[in-house]
């Protein structure tokens, strides 16, 4: 079974800044990676899937990049509405999900 | 537009059952298999079973395999999850969600609201 481990747990930047989120799986996804954001009281939006390719209707500023067993969702220009959790997640053999990073905008 | 509803929630005795449910509309229900996916109160998310879009290959995570029976309706666009045997550790909000792409279900592309399950005497 993968397991994916997700840093920081908390990332506390200003507005206009850059988040820079990282997921490490413990043996190679290829480039079979998705992200996640979850707000309070809401369900999961998919944001990236394939490692980089946005899902329909995510802003330009959510970026994913890398292959193998590290991966990074980068959010170039953070806004106080980015404030979530990111979740990363793939699927190999069975679904599974990182622990999550929560990203505070203040 | 896509939505998926998701009910049959509520506050269940441990060693209980509960039956979810998860209505569909506005894509090909038959074409994608659908999941489960739940989240403990203040947890992150955990996958627990998913099921194809012909209704004859189902997966479960450890956690929930052997008490929970994950089954569709595809003329009636519903997903179902059976739950049995529940423990205090199921308690969690629970969501149904459309796999993507059709060819090998890696990702979770829409999901519904969610419905809160607790367990607890």
């Known amino acids: 079974e993968i397991v994916l481990t997700q840093s920081p747990a908390t990332l506390s930047l200003s507005p206009g800044e850059r988040a820079t989120l990282s997921c490490r799986a413990s043996?190679?996804?290829?480039?079979?990676l998705a992200w996640y954001q979850q707000k309070p009281g809401q369900a999961p939006r998919l944001l990236i899937y394939?490692?980089?390719t946005r899902a329909t209707g995510i802003p330009a500023r959510f970026s994913g990049s890398g292959s193998g067993t590290d991966f990074t969702l980068s959010i170039s220009s953070l806004e106080p509405e980015d404030s979530a959790v990111y979740y990363c997640?793939?699927?190999?053999?069975?679904?599974?999900f990182g622990q999550g990073t929560k990203v505070e905008v203040k | 537009e896509v939505q998926l509803l998701d009910s049959g929630g509520g506050l269940v005795q441990p060693g209980g059952s509960l039956r979810l449910s998860c209505a569909a509309s506005?894509?090909?229900?038959?074409?994608?298999?659908m999941a489960w996916v739940r989240q403990a109160p203040g947890k992150g998310l955990e996958w627990i079973s998913t099921?194809?879009?012909?209704?004859?290959?189902?997966y479960y995570a450890d956690s929930v395999r052997g008490r929970f029976t994950i089954s569709r309706d595809n003329p009636q666009n519903t997903l179902s999850l059976q739950m049995s045997s529940l423990r205090a550790e199921d308690t969690a909000v629970y969501y149904c969600?459309?796999?993507?792409?059709?060819?090998?279900?890696?990702?979770?592309?829409?999901w519904g609201q969610g419905t809160l399950v607790t367990v607890s005497s």
């Open positions: 969600a459309i796999t993507f792409p059709t060819y090998n279900s890696k990702y979770f592309q829409n």
């Open positions: 506005g894509f090909p229900f038959t074409n994608y298999a």
């Open positions: 099921l194809s879009g012909d209704g004859t290959d189902p």
């Open positions: 043996q190679s996804v290829r480039s079979y």
């Open positions: 394939d490692a980089s």
């Open positions: 997640q793939e699927r190999t053999n069975l679904w599974t």
